[in-house]
């Protein structure tokens, strides 16, 4: 009678074991699917996103504060190339005009 009361225990320990491994598929299977959702995949993404580039900012920002001639001497640089064609267009219009000034200076 005892073996028969230990199965029983055993087969009802089982069958609890096995409903609660269910309850655990079910609840794991709903937050998987939760997650796969569309908009939540896309807003995951925006959220990473998003911390990546304050991180890379507060890097950059950091950087800058640290080596603040470098800068200075990277955005002089980067502004004259970005302004080549009109200050090349400026001297040499001024330079025509200078010329033609003395030009006319000369004939009087």
Not at 19 to 45: G, V, W, Y
Not at 68 to 80: D, E, Q
């Amino acid at each position: 009678m005892t073996q028969n009361n230990d199965d029983i225990f055993n087969l009802r320990d089982l069958a609890i074991e096995r409903q609660q491994a269910r309850d655990h598929l079910k609840e794991d299977f709903s937050q998987t699917k939760e997650r796969l959702r569309p908009t939540n995949l896309i807003q995951n993404a925006k959220d990473k996103a998003l911390d990546r580039v304050q991180k890379t900012g507060k890097i950059a920002l950091q950087g800058v504060k640290d080596n603040p001639g470098k800068v200075a001497s990277v955005t002089a640089a980067a502004t004259l190339l970005a302004l080549r064609k009109p200050l090349t267009n400026f001297f040499i219009g001024r330079k025509a005009a200078d010329d033609n000034y003395h030009i006319n200076d000369s004939e009087d």
